[in-house]
Every structure is written in structure tokens, then in C-alpha cells.
T-cell receptor
Framework: GEQVEQLPSSLIVQEGASVLINCSYT??????FPWYKQEPGKRLQFIID?????ERKQNQRLTLLFDKKTKHLSLHITATQPGDSAIYFC??????????FGKGTHLHVLP | DPKIIQKPKYLVAVTGSEKILICEQY?????MYWYRQSAKKPLEFMFS???????DNQTASSRFQPQSSKKNHLDLQITALKPDDSATYFC???????????FGPGTRLTVL
């Protein structure tokens, strides 16, 4: 089945810094890659996605890069704010009805 | 204005008892899911339903039984509760399978 690895597992940065979160997956059949954010004690929220026919997608301060050959995604967050502090999850579905989440990257942005 | 409701928010149960976790979504979605999250394990997929039919099941134990009485409901019945079942259980929904998912606020279950 699908295996997902996220690195780093945690990040502590100063407000205003940029961060890069990496995600690797194993299932070549995966074609859709949503990312979610979970603030402390809160529900998961969808933040950005990309499909396998794209290489790059941007949504304000978030940029998602996708390399189909290496089965690798990178989420770039610029101008980080304390409100960005959360766990970020990469979640390539292994099929339309089964979603495997990585262990998440804990981001802590210091004011 | 909550679009996905989970009840109760907190639940304390004794070992061996049975509980039902409620999930209702008002997004008009056709697919619904259950996940479990604990300190020991990352976010874990449990079940997925589409149009009230089971699509995928990653929960080995038959103690966990989803129940869909209506298209926008997917409850989770847990029998013979164990302390290891203590976790936060999240319900989610999507328009169709494979679409972005909307998550509920979770039910935090503690089994004593």
C-alpha cells in the first residue's frame, strides 16, 4: 500500500522566515495530492492541492511543487506568521476512497 | 455555522462498554470517512463510505462498525472498548471520493 514520508518532522522558525516541507510517496497510481493543516486542538483544514499533470501550484504564500518522476512534493511557505504554527500533512490517496496521511510536519513560528 | 457536526465533543467510557460517535455533514457531500488520531499513532484512516456504501476499511477489528442511516450521516459504533481505543476520532466528507476533504471537529474518546 501507499507509504508517505514527510521531512522534517518538526521545524521552529522566526516569524517572516520561509520554510520547506518535503513529502515522498510510493504509489505511482496516486494522481491527486491534497495538503492539510491542523492547528493545535483543531480540525484538519485543506490548504492546497496539486494534480499529477501539474508541476507547480501557488496559493498566496503557499507554493506546492510536484515531481512525478521522483514521487516527491515540496510545500514552500513564505513570510511565515505565528498563525501558521500547525501540523502540516501530505496525503496522497492510494485510491479515491482511502487516504494515507504522512506523520506530519510540526511547524512552530516564533513571534 | 458548522458544516460537519460531531457529537459528543468529549467522551469518557469504561473498559468493556459500547459507545456511538455521531457524525452529520451539511455540505451535500456523497463520500464520508472516519479517521483516528492519538499520541502514539499519526492520523489513521479507518473507513470510507460513498452513497451510504462501504468503500474501504482499514480497521482490523470488528469492534468498530460504521453506521449510515442517512446519506449525510456516518456514525461509528465501538463495542468492547479498550484503553488503547483512547484517541480523537475525526469524521470527514468530500463531494466524491478522491476530492478534498472537510473534517469535523473530532470526538475525543478516553477509555478508563
Amino acid at each position: 500500500g501507499e507509504q508517505v514520508e514527510q521531512l522534517p518532522s518538526s521545524l521552529i522558525v522566526q516569524e517572516g522566515a520561509s520554510v520547506l516541507i518535503n513529502c515522498s510517496y510510493t504509489d505511482s497510481a496516486s494522481v491527486y495530492f491534497p495538503w492539510y493543516k491542523q492547528e493545535p486542538g483543531k480540525r484538519l483544514q485543506f490548504i492546497i492541492d496539486i494534480r499529477s499533470n501539474m508541476e507547480r501550484k501557488q496559493n498566496q504564500r503557499l507554493t506546492l511543487l510536484f515531481d512525478k518522476k521522483t514521487k516527491h512534493l515540496s510545500l514552500h511557505i513564505t513570510a511565515t506568521q505565528p498563525g501558521d504554527s500547525a501540523i502540516y500533512f501530505c496525503s496522497p490517496p492510494s485510491n479515491a476512497y482511502k487516504v494515507i496521511f504522512g506523520k506530519g510536519t510540526h511547524l512552530h513560528v516564533l513571534p | 455555522d458548522p458544516k460537519i457536526i460531531q457529537k459528543p465533543k468529549y467522551l469518557v467510557a469504561v473498559t468493556g462498554s459500547e459507545k456511538i460517535l455521531i457524525c452529520e455533514q451539511y455540505l451535500g457531500h456523497n463520500a464520508m470517512y472516519w479517521y483516528r488520531q492519538s499520541a502514539k499513532k499519526p492520523l489513521e484512516f479507518m473507513f470510507s463510505y460513498s452513497y451510504q456504501k462501504l468503500m474501504d476499511n482499514q480497521t482490523a477489528s470488528s469492534r468498530f462498525q460504521p453506521q449510515s442511516s442517512k446519506k449525510n450521516h456516518l456514525d461509528l459504533q465501538i463495542t468492547a472498548l479498550k484503553p488503547d481505543d483512547s484517541a480523537t476520532y475525526f469524521c470527514a466528507s468530500s463531494q466524491e471520493g478522491g476530492d478534498e476533504q472537510y473534517f469535523g471537529p473530532g470526538t475525543r474518546l478516553t477509555v478508563l
